[in-house]
């Protein structure tokens, strides 16, 4: 894809997390995709494509309002896209979840190859895991 292209469908991809979209999620993934999930948290770590349909759904269904993102800045080079973003939700806990991210996609055959997520951890440990911390 031209780098436009690939622009356009990281856009699209954000735009169905927001949304909740769970199959547009998983079909923008490369049979051999991985998401690299930075940092110390119970939910870090790389997941291939099998966790990944397991594990993005319930990341979603923990906003039952959606967890919205808004793409503050991207940049894209050769098969490369980052994106700044902000997602905003409320969690199952009743408590406001507000991140900051960076993500750097990889593009191979126009899907998801690869992508790294970057975001404050320590509110990840505080919101999403409920205050626990791997062992």
Do not use: W
């Not at 079909?27 to 291939?48: D, K």
């Not at 759904?57 to 967890?67: C, G, N, R, S, T």
């Not at 191979?108 to 895991?129: A, F, G, N, P, Q």
Request: glycine content about 8%; aromatic content about 8%.
């Amino acid at each position: 894809m031209s780098i436009e292209k690939n622009k356009l469908f990281v856009t699209a991809f954000i735009n169905a997390m927001s949304e909740g979209n769970t199959e547009a999620i998983i079909n923008a993934y490369h049979p051999e995709g991985r998401v690299e999930t930075m940092g110390n948290t119970l939910i870090s770590g790389s997941r291939g494509l099998d966790e990944i349909k397991s594990f993005a759904p319930a990341v979603l269904e923990a906003f039952p309002a959606k967890l919205s993102f808004n793409i503050n800045h991207i940049t894209a080079e050769e098969n490369r896209v980052a994106v700044e973003a902000e997602s905003n939700g409320i969690h199952v806990s009743g408590k406001h979840y507000n991140n900051q991210y960076h993500f750097l996609f990889e593009i191979k055959d126009e899907k998801i190859y690869r992508l790294k997520e970057y975001m404050d951890t320590e509110l990840v440990t505080d919101i999403l895991c409920g205050g626990q911390r791997p062992g």
